[in-house]
T-cell receptor, first 115, second 115 residues
Framework: GENVEQHPSTLSVQEGDSAVIKCTYS??????FPWYKQELGKGPQLIID?????GEKKDQRIAVTLNKTAKHFSLHITETQPEDSAVYFC??????????????FGAGTRLAVHP | GAVVSQHPSWVICKSGTSVKIECRSL??????MFWYRQFPKQSLMLMAT?????????EQGVEKDKFLINHASLTLSTLTVTSAHPEDSSFYIC???????????FGPGTRLTVT
């Protein structure tokens, strides 16, 4: 089945710096890779996703890159702000999920942006 | 993005009692919903897939008689934790994918504390 590994587990940056979080996946047939942001006591929120037919997608200060050959994808946040502080999760779908659109989540990265 | 609600947002119950959590998709129909459990500082663990009009599909190791799932309509799924024990205390989150899509939208979560 699909295995998703996420690094680092914690990341501390100064306001204005960039932050990069990386995930690797095991199922070469996976074709959808979302990133979620979870603030304390709340449910995860989809912030950006990418499909396997493109290598990069950008939305303002957030970008996701995908390397299908190496089976890894990364979240890039530029010009970080204190409100970016949260836990970020990557995910990937297992190809054999009984017909349901399941997602397997990484362990999460706790990002702290210091003013 | 789509809107998914959960009720209640938090609940405290005594050991041995049952608790019902509701998950609603507010602006789209969801034939499938997912229930997750999240312990402090940990990732989301998929418990089961709720299917409208049929039985739920449970992940390995999840007791179906303890965590009863009912997908009553295309916009409502309920999770009932039966005979709750302190070890059931956790953050329970539901999500709903748009039909024929991997994009999942999460509810705000329900914090269950069993005393």
């Amino acid at each position: 089945g699909e295995n998703v590994e996420q690094h680092p587990s914690t990341l501390s940056v100064q306001e204005g710096d960039s932050a990069v979080i990386k995930c690797t996946y095991s199922d070469s047939a996976s074709n959808y890779f979302p990133w979620y942001k979870q603030e304390l006591g709340k449910g995860p929120q989809l912030i950006i996703d990418i499909r396997s037919n493109v290598g990069e997608k950008k939305d303002q200060r957030i970008a996701v890159t995908l390397n299908k050959t190496a089976k890894h994808f990364s979240l890039h946040i530029t010009e970080t702000q204190p409100e970016d502080s949260a836990v970020y999760f990557c995910a990937a779908p297992p190809m054999f999920s009984g017909g349901y659109n399941k997602l397997i989540f990484g362990a999460g990265t706790r990002l702290a942006v210091h003013p | 993005g789509a809107v998914v609600s959960q009720h209640p947002s938090w609940v405290i119950c005594k050991s041995g009692t049952s608790v019902k959590i509701e998950c609603r998709s507010l602006d789209f129909q969801a034939t499938t919903m997912f229930w997750y459990r999240q312990f402090p500082k940990q990732s989301l663990m998929l418990m089961a897939t709720s299917n409208e009009g049929s039985k739920a599909t449970y992940e390995q190791g999840v007791e179906k008689d303890k965590f009863l799932i009912n997908h009553a309509s295309l916009t409502l799924s309920t999770l009932t934790v039966t005979s709750a024990h302190p070890e059931d205390s956790s953050f329970y989150i539901c999500s709903a994918p748009r039909q024929d899509s991997y994009e999942q939208y999460f509810g705000p979560g329900t914090r269950l504390t069993v005393t």
